[in-house]
């Protein structure tokens, strides 16, 4: 609003064009100001106005398996801040994959489990997959029971990944209210760029491993 000088208000408004968000990786803020003059009017500078446009939480993710990690099973050790050296401290990934019959978000007793599904561990700190002592991206596998598993992972922030069939499944709902974190799905279907190709997938929400994990599991649907 502008106050003329003979008493008189006026509103003006103002339309602003913003980018899509579409190629984005992060959020935008967008900050605008506006400024009024004229003929019988004081020049008025409004304050700053800041907004923040958020990525959907569904947007691709973009992951590159050829980035490979340093061999994490080299190491034990890694320098501190004071130059000391302390010890790498390792754990263990567990879970399981099972087909959640009645669709009610909890691996109920006698329900389905699914072998065959491939499991990876994305670094989100250093952007790439974890490798093998062949420098290879490393995989595991669910086995006849369900059940995959890593072992001698470094302490850190990862993203458990899950390759499934799309065409036979779908994921369950997330981490349902009221179901013990033994019992849940701890996925979500998301779009992921990986091997050269975009692929559905079910991934987890950041894992901050400073303890071994032994229920990051998987829960599918027949379709």
Known sequence: MIILKNGEKSI??????VKSLVGQNDDITIENMGAGTGKDIETKISNIISNTLHNNENQTIIVNPDDKKDDNNSSTTKPSDDNTVEQVKYYTVVGTSWVDTNENGRRDDGEEIVSGINVYLYDVINKKFLTDSN???????????????FTKIPEGSYYVIFEYNTNEYGITEYQKVG??????????????????????VAMTDIVNLTSSQTNI???????
């Open 217 to 223: 599991d998987i829960g599918l649907f027949r379709k």
């Open 135 to 149: 420098n290879e991206t490393l995989k595991t596998t669910t086995d006849s029971n369900g059940k995959y598993s």
């Open 12 to 17: 003006v408004t103002i339309k602003a064009k």
């Open 179 to 200: 179901i013990l974190e033994t019992e849940n799905n701890d996925t979500l279907e998301k779009d992921v760029r990986m091997f050269g190709e975009i692929k559905k």
